[in-house]
């Protein structure tokens, strides 16, 4: 879900790679409430960290406290930690997962929009000296 929401919202800003500590199909609702806000998710699958090993980034962003705890360090990125609630972990009627599918994206949105901001600012300015 925050891979495609910040290809969304950065557009060509940043390239973006998304994977798990253990990676499954990409869960329907994700896709249903991409689609709402008319996020494409076509070719969206599931990757898991391995398949990164050895390559730089400049940001890490785990979203998940599982994830912090088991994510490899990747050289030269800043890491950065958010923890959100894992809507697939959710029971309860179709709907009612459906509604925390949404917070949790909404909540992602939310603080992408805010870490863009920032950082984008930082990179306009330069390095400090």
């Not at 088991?70 to 029971?91: K, L, M, T, Y």
């Amino acid at each position: 879900m925050a891979e495609a929401l910040l290809r969304w919202m950065a557009g060509e800003t940043f390239e973006v790679y998304s994977a798990g500590t253990e990676p499954t199909a990409v869960h329907p609702l994700t896709i249903r409430v991409l689609e709402e806000m008319g996020i494409p998710t076509e070719g969206l699958r599931s990757k898991g960290v391995d398949a990164f090993l050895g390559q730089a980034f400049d940001f890490v962003i785990t979203v998940c406290d599982q994830a912090k705890e088991r994510c490899p360090v990747f050289p030269g990125g800043e890491q950065i930690h958010w923890s959100f609630p894992d809507p697939s972990a959710v029971q309860g009627s179709e709907e009612e997962q459906l509604e925390f599918f949404r917070r949790v994206r909404d909540m992602i949105a939310q603080r992408l929009r805010l870490w863009l901001s920032v950082t984008l600012r930082e990179q306009r300015r330069g390095p400090v000296p």
